[in-house]
């Protein structure tokens, strides 16, 4: 069965931290992955990474793909009360007629001032 | 606002009333996507359209539940005797699909800001 598994399910930090989210996925017909942050809201987008080794970076953001082991990191540097947040990573699954998002639990991160 | 829109934001239903859930992709985009997130669950695939057609619905459940994608107007994913077990956050994403001339991958979908539907 396809999935995606993230750890840890939740983390609470100061400001000013650095935390590192994990992501590792078995899924048939891997395409590319995503991380998304969700508020109260919509997921917003964050990356997709499709290749193994090339980091994606914005601002105190940074996110890589390890294709051979199967999993990703999002990690973020200097964190704000602002980045608390629910993380999500995605799998993007299917030939090039169909683009389905598996997704992980989500990783809750709490920023305390 | 460009982004992709959701109405209603809210809905409430009693069981066995029908619930419609409406979605308006991003301008320029042809793929609609379906997600349910149940509580303290994560987001699930339901179903994947293109205009007037169903691409992919295997994560809608046998019974009750239904989308389209019309060629003019919005997405409708419509809940038919309603339970209250259909109580939670429905999610509509948008990807440019095929042929797009963005830089950004057709793969990335965005995200609307959802409707919750409780059933009483």
């Known amino acids: 069965e396809d999935k995606v598994v993230q750890s840890p399910l939740s983390l609470v930090v100061h400001e000013g931290d650095t935390v590192t989210l994990n992501c590792s996925y078995e899924v048939t017909n891997f395409r590319s992955l995503l991380w998304y942050k969700q508020e109260k809201k919509a997921p917003t987008f964050l990356f997709m990474l499709t290749s193994s080794g090339i980091e994606k970076k914005s601002g105190r953001l940074s996110s890589i793909l390890d294709k051979k082991e199967l999993f990703s990191i999002l990690n973020i540097t200097a964190t704000q009360t602002g980045d608390s947040a629910v993380y999500l990573c995605a799998v993007v699954q299917g030939s090039s007629n169909t683009g389905k998002l598996i997704f992980g639990q989500g990783t809750t991160l709490q920023v305390k001032p | 606002n460009a982004g992709v829109m959701q109405n209603p934001r809210h809905l409430v239903r009693r069981r066995g009333q029908e619930a419609r859930l409406r979605c308006s992709p991003m301008?320029?985009?042809?793929?609609v996507y379906w997600y349910r997130q149940l509580p303290e669950e994560g987001l699930k695939f339901m179903v994947y359209?293109?205009?007037?057609?169903?691409?992919?619905e295997s994560g809608m459940p046998k019974e009750r539940f239904s989308a389209e994608f019309p060629k003019e107007g919005p997405s409708i994913l419509r809940i038919q005797q309603v339970v209250r077990g259909d109580s939670a956050a429905y999610f509509c994403?948008?990807?440019?699909?095929?042929?797009?001339?963005?830089?950004?991958?057709?793969?990335?979908?965005?995200f609307g800001p959802g409707t919750r539907l409780t059933v009483l």
């Open positions: 994403a948008s990807s440019a699909g095929r042929g797009a001339t963005s830089s950004i991958s057709t793969d990335t979908q965005y």
């Open positions: 301008k320029g985009h042809s793929h």
């Open positions: 359209l293109q205009k007037e057609n169903i691409i992919d």
